[in-house]
């Protein structure tokens, strides 16, 4: 069974966001490019898990906690990371630290990062790993340099 979850901090997310606003869905070169990244983030936040007898949970008779804690999980694929790991990234000086008093956003890197970067970085690399095109949003692309 497959399943979606995963986390972006905002430093990333932000290069993500900048670069999308930045395309136009009207050109082909830009739409791909824009369906190579959607794809990308939809791959890297997907996962399986087999069961060791048949699994087929019923959505419609699922714990109302469990389905909002499903619900948190795995709004926009990938949510915002906890603040937890968000100031791991500050205390390791990877990200400013956030400077708005009643806001939590640690949009700025410590040093700039590109989203050829970014891309390039995202992309899993594992020796066996096997890509089907069913299994991802979009298209995944290949790791390039130029955008």
């Not at 069974?1 to 082909?28: C, E, H, S, W």
């Not at 708005?100 to 690399?125: K, R, Y």
């Amino acid at each position: 069974m497959q399943y979606k979850a995963g986390y972006i901090i905002d430093t990333i997310a932000k290069v993500v966001t900048d670069f999308r606003a930045n395309l136009d869905k009207r050109i082909p070169a830009d739409l791909t490019k824009l369906n190579e990244i959607n794809g990308l983030l939809q791959y890297t936040s997907s996962f399986d898990v087999e069961f060791p007898y048949k699994h087929n949970p019923d959505y419609k008779k699922l714990n109302p906690v469990l389905a909002t804690l499903n619900n948190i999980i795995i709004r926009g694929l990938p949510t915002r990371a906890p603040l937890i790991l968000e100031e791991l990234f500050v205390k390791i000086n990877l990200t400013e630290p956030n400077k708005d008093e009643f806001e939590l956003n640690f949009p700025t890197a410590i040093n700039a990062i590109s989203f050829e970067n970014v891309f390039e970085l995202l992309h899993i690399i594992e020796p066996n790993l096997e890509i089907d095109r069913t299994n991802y949003g979009g298209s995944l692309g290949a790791c390039r340099t130029s955008f």
